[in-house]
């Protein structure tokens, strides 16, 4: 069974502008802006999907294999934990 995923904190909101993403924690007044692997990977888990439906989406969207992927989202889930920007899992 797969861990659970850490999940966007409620005080977050986040915005699609162009080909970015634009996270505001309200709490801090920080603004993020996420490179577009990171903002699809934002917003399938925001729409609830699991860490291997979200791989499975990504390695279908994106020119990347799968350890570079795994190990790239295992760096932006601690980056976001990090930042306050999810709640741990």
Excluded: C, K
């Amino acid at each position: 069974m797969a861990a659970a995923l850490p999940r966007p904190n409620a005080e977050v909101v986040f915005r699609r502008v162009a080909d970015e993403v634009v996270l505001v924690h309200m709490r801090t007044n920080q603004i993020y802006a996420l490179s577009p692997t990171a903002a699809r990977f934002w917003e399938l888990s925001s729409e609830g999907l699991e860490r291997p439906e979200i791989e499975a989406r990504l390695l279908a969207e994106f020119d990347v294999d799968r350890p570079t992927l795994e190990r790239e989202l295992d760096a932006l889930l601690e980056d976001l934990g990090r930042e306050g920007l999810v709640d741990p899992a």
